[in-house]
């Protein structure tokens, strides 16, 4: 079988490198992947652009692609799925209506009010001003959040009316992040330890992964600002039983039910961003793709053929799926500088990594050499018995790989109580 994964970061590659190993994987295309998944088994980069709906089309009637694996959510929400009805292909991804669950905030919020969803209190608002006058009326610290997608920037904590003044500012007036803005949500703040719980949804389950945690903030101790994950480790010291099966009443089964009364026919991965406290989950987000970087953790630790389960949740077979009994953590490489500005086309140099597994984010090949081309670069992944065990493998790798200015935290691993 051809299979056409969408997308070109760690996440992406991690997907692809998994989805060879299967018999049943011919050829893997990778849109327009990465100086990684170019020299992966089995894999092709192809040079289309992810939101490029009519050449990704194209392609796959050319080159009789019989499955989509969609790993980031820019494509998902505005409607790839939507857009490939008709193609005599399947898509591993929901549609966009259902894609809102993360592409719109205000319809996930109403999403979880009406289905009695443990999630913080929220307004919504239209006009800036508004906006303004409801902050004299509640306490700080508030949350403010875009509506739209806004590459993970849309969402300010603060303690400080001023600036939640500026951000209304910038985001309603002057369209910071343009029509992602235009509605924006002023949301409670939450307090406890940040979790994921990701896994497979379909209309009538959801088959959850091995639970998994990252590192948000750029620097050692949890410090600094914040990034889409410096590192992670697989499974998460802040999982126990109770907690996962009160996560799968309060918030799995009624997603599962409130999607059904929307009509919706779900078939994809699911994120769920939760903040617990006192072993209570609220949530704090769906995400309808899988975490970058905690993927790179969770394909090291799968067992089970990746393409099979794709194919029997696509079937509606409950698929078992089979996990190392083993822990997995991965390093992020990144562009000093990240995440903020940063260069790109740095020179890398790659030494010898050993048994470590490594993910290209941010690389390319260009003119037969690689170079850097985004802020997280590489993420470094091993997988052992125990994160101790693979904590010393990686750290003591991480140095084969090069570029100028490049920058890790070295403490992955740790464990923060927050
Ligand atoms: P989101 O995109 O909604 O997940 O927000 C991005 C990040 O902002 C989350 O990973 C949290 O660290 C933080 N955040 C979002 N909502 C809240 C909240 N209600 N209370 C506290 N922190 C939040
Ligand atoms: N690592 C967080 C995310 O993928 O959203």
Not at 261 to 266: F, L, P, T
Not at 340 to 354: F, H, P, R, S, W
Request: charged content about 25%; glycine content about 10%; overall charge negative.
């Amino acid at each position: 079988m051809k299979i056409l994964v969408i997308g070109q970061g760690g996440r992406e590659h991690a997907i692809a490198w998994k989805l060879a190993k299967s018999k049943r994987a011919e050829a893997i295309f990778v849109a327009p992947g990465n100086g990684g998944t170019s020299h992966e088994e089995k894999c092709v980069n192809i040079d289309i652009d992810v939101l490029d709906f009519e050449a990704i089309k194209q392609f796959i009637l050319d080159h009789s692609v019989s499955l989509v694996v969609v790993g980031p959510e820019d494509p998902l929400v505005q409607g790839i799925k939507d857009y490939l009805i008709g193609c005599d292909v399947m898509v591993f991804g929901p549609d966009s209506v259902a894609a809102q669950l993360e592409g719109s905030k205000i319809y996930s919020k109403e999403f979880m009010f009406e289905n009695n969803i443990p999630t913080g209190e929220a307004k919504f608002f239209s006009e800036a001003r508004l906006a303004k006058e409801y902050l004299d009326k509640i306490n700080f610290p508030i949350v403010l959040k875009a509506d739209g997608l806004a590459a993970g920037k849309g969402v300010l904590v603060t303690e400080n009316r001023q600036e939640a003044l500026d951000w209304i500012d910038d985001v309603m007036e002057n369209s910071k992040f343009g029509d992602a803005g235009q509605k924006i949500l002023i949301e409670e703040c939450l307090y406890g330890t940040e979790l994921s719980f990701m896994g497979i949804m379909t209309p009538d389950c959801f088959i959850p992964f091995e639970t998994s945690i990252d590192y948000k903030p750029l620097l050692d101790g949890n410090k600094g600002p914040n990034t889409g994950g410096m590192g992670c480790m697989s499974p998460s010291p802040f999982m126990n039983d109770e907690l996962k099966s009160y996560i799968v009443k309060e918030v799995v089964n009624p997603t599962i039910d409130g999607l059904r009364k929307r009509g919706i026919n779900y078939y994809g991965f699911m994120y769920f961003g939760l903040m617990v406290k006192d072993n209570k989950p609220k949530v704090l987000e769906y995400n309808c793709r899988l975490g970058d970087p905690e993927t790179q953790c969770l394909m090291m630790q799968m067992e089970s053929d990746f393409l099979e389960i794709l194919l029997s949740c696509l079937e509606d077979k409950k698929p078992n799926i089979e996990w190392n009994t083993g822990a997995s953590m991965g390093v992020v490489i990144a562009s000093g500088g990240y995440p903020n500005a940063y260069q790109k086309g740095e020179k890398i140099t790659l030494g010898d990594v050993g048994d470590c597994k490594l993910f290209h984010a941010g690389t390319q090949s260009l003119n037969n050499e690689l170079v850097t081309s985004g802020g997280r670069v590489f993420s470094l992944n091993y997988q052992s018995k125990t994160i101790d065990d693979c904590k010393k493998y990686i750290y003591e790798k991480i140095s084969s790989v090069d570029f100028s200015n490049c920058i890790h935290r070295t403490d992955i691993g740790d464990i923060y109580e927050s």
